[in-house]
């Protein structure tokens, strides 16, 4: 079976910074991404860990541990555009391809 | 190359009547997907093409449910008979054999009354 978990909402201050944590559970683990979806938008690309340690991007930073099934993401100098939502996906092992399987998202709302 | 495109956008159905939706991936992306996402979710895996194969289908495309990709570019999810569970946004994303990011369209936004 497959379980992602990430928190549903969050609130955070403009300038701020937000770490925004997903655990999964996965029949094998072939990569854990991470995508931006705005309100009635396409999910965009933020992330990509396949190795333990910190992806840094920017304003934006990625921690994965595998043995703890464990990953976060890191949002610096928040800016209100941030104001989206988060969401943590990851590709099992078992399927040989490139099927992503995804949490619910965290919606995280930036105020000034 | 101006990304994932899927048309239409928005699409309202009466319960019963069938629904076909287009993508274009990605110029040369060799590998296509279709998610579905309500209101709330992230998005869940359907189905998945490498070129014109159809190489994986999720239990939750039910015989109702059927994707094709006939020359390896453009690709179209057709729902027949619809039911008001089918309400949801419809996906579509590409890749390229080798890369690992997926890119997505804006999506078709199915509502069946």
């Known amino acids: 079976g497959q379980n992602i978990d990430q928190p549903t909402e969050m609130t955070a201050t403009e300038g701020a910074i937000v770490q925004i944590n997903c655990t999964y559970q996965?029949?094998?683990?072939?990569?854990l991404f991470w995508y931006q979806q705005h309100a009635g938008e396409a999910p965009t690309f933020l992330s990509y860990?396949?190795?333990?340690g910190l992806e840094e991007k920017g304003r934006f930073s990625s921690f994965l541990s595998r043995s703890k099934g464990y990953s976060y993401l890191l949002l610096k100098e928040l800016q209100m555009k941030d104001s989206a939502s988060y969401l943590c996906?990851?590709?099992?092992?078992?399927?040989?391809?490139?099927?992503?399987?995804f949490g619910t998202g965290t919606r995280l709302l930036v105020s000034p | 190359d101006t990304g994932v495109s899927q048309n239409p956008r928005h699409k309202i159905t009466k319960r019963g009547q069938n629904v076909t939706f287009r993508c274009d991936p990605i110029?040369?992306?060799?590998?296509l997907y279709w998610y579905r996402q309500t209101l709330g979710q992230g998005p869940e895996f359907l189905t998945y093409?490498?070129?014109?194969?159809?190489l994986e289908k999720s239990r939750l495309l039910s015989d109702r449910f059927s994707a094709e990709r006939p020359k390896g570019s453009f690709s179209t999810l057709e729902i027949q008979r619809t039911e008001q569970g089918d309400s949801a946004m419809y996906l579509c994303?590409?890749?390229w054999g080798q890369g690992d990011e997926q890119f997505f369209g804006p999506g078709t936004r199915l509502t069946v009354l």
């Open positions: 994303a590409s890749s």
């Open positions: 996965t029949s094998g683990f072939n990569g």
């Open positions: 860990n396949v190795l333990d």
């Open positions: 996906a990851v590709r099992p092992l078992y399927t040989g391809f490139q099927k992503l399987v």
């Open positions: 110029s040369e992306h060799n590998r």
């Open positions: 093409f490498q070129n014109e194969a159809q």
